[in-house]
């Protein structure tokens, strides 16, 4: 166990409640490992009817994944320990979509990368007036994983590979809107609702009676040229569409793509276009764990983690530093299965 978890019982619910405020709670490998011994504990108690996820004190649910851990592991073991802090995330992801019992998350407040991937599998995800999703994993040159090929890849409207490839946030009416959260809640409401829950009442209905008409979803009025301009799987065709297109947003979203890493933007594109011919999550995530084998230790990761997070200068030399500079050669081999005795399996 880790004191970044309170794990505890109430009434028929299991909690899962991460305690990291002062890192917006972003996940650490022994978090993941409390978390998934705690459900495997709770899966066949008839006792547990319900699986609550939150978190404590501070503005987020979950900033993300140990970024720091990854990039150290990528700079001094050659990746060994970031693969498996991935492999065990992937687990973790793996046992929630498939959990037994209905799972509950409250995205109240920061829900990103890591966070995505604990909320995301859960039946009923609650966004608030706090709630910022994103994915913004291609400003650090890694990729939209924990499962987003599966999520995001599955939204109407091409919004998913919009979502992947600018990391742009949304807010709680806007996940409510793109089918990213099931519920919006006030935050004042959550206390009553867990404790509802909780306490044997059905969580369809908790979480209906005390649901709010959220704000108009900002996105919804730019929905018609994110399908349009992100319609296409191949990066260049998508930067053209914007290019050739002289509105505002059109140029506010080139610009922002221009700063990404063209390997993860083509590396995103390719994972939400494979993950729709998954016949299983676990399948999703098999193929995600060889991606995360391979741009762990790649140029681009540990230079935008670099960039982003350490040094905060916002300049990533990226390698390759052009989009054509990609090849499908590399992406392909990004892609390519692993040894049978290194590939990922789930629980």
């Not at 609650?126 to 987003?148: K, S, Y």
């Not at 063209?262 to 764990?289: G, I, W």
Request: net charge negative; glycine share 8%; hydrophobic share 40%.
């Amino acid at each position: 166990m880790t004191e970044d978890m309170i794990i505890r019982r109430d009434g028929v619910a299991g909690f899962l409640t991460l305690n990291r405020p002062k890192a917006l709670h972003a996940l650490t490998q022994p978090m993941d490992h409390a978390m998934t011994e705690a459900l495997l504990g709770w899966r066949d108690d008839p006792a547990v009817q319900v699986i609550i996820i939150d978190h404590s004190e501070g503005r987020g649910f979950c900033a993300g994944g140990d970024i720091a851990f990854l990039r150290n592991s990528a700079l001094t073991d050659g990746g060994v320990s970031g693969r498996r802090f991935f492999y065990e995330e992937y687990q973790l992801n793996n046992l929630l979509m498939t959990y037994p019992r209905p799972v509950v998350a409250f995205m109240d407040g920061i829900t990103m990368g890591g966070g995505v991937g604990i909320s995301q599998p859960a039946k009923f995800r609650v966004a608030t007036e706090n709630t910022r999703f994103a994915m913004p994993e291609t400003g650090i040159g890694l990729f939209p994983d924990v499962g987003g090929g599966w999520h995001l890849s599955r939204l109407a409207g091409r919004m998913g590979q919009f979502l992947a490839l600018t990391g742009a946030r949304l807010d709680g009416a806007e996940c409510l809107w793109t089918g990213l959260a099931t519920h919006y809640l006030p935050h004042d409401a959550l206390p009553e609702a867990k404790e509802r829950i909780a306490h044997g009442h059905d969580p369809a209905q908790v979480l209906a009676a005390l649901s709010v008409t959220p704000p108009p979803a900002r996105i919804e009025g730019n929905a018609a040229q994110i399908a349009r301009h992100f319609a296409s799987d191949r990066y260049e065709d998508i930067l053209a569409s914007l290019a050739g297109d002289d509105s505002e947003w059109a140029a506010k979203e080139l610009a922002t793509l221009r700063t990404k890493s063209p390997q993860t933007c083509k590396v995103a594109l390719r994972q939400l276009h494979d993950s729709l011919e998954c016949p299983t999550f676990a399948d999703n995530m098999a193929m995600e764990y060889r991606v995360a084998s391979r741009v762990l230790t790649r140029p681009d990761f540990a230079e935008g983690v670099r960039a982003v997070i350490v040094d905060k200068t916002n300049d990533p030399h990226w390698d390759p530093a052009t989009p054509e500079g990609v090849s499908e050669a590399l992406i392909d081999s990004i892609f390519a299965p692993l040894p049978a005795d290194e590939e990922w399996k789930p629980l």
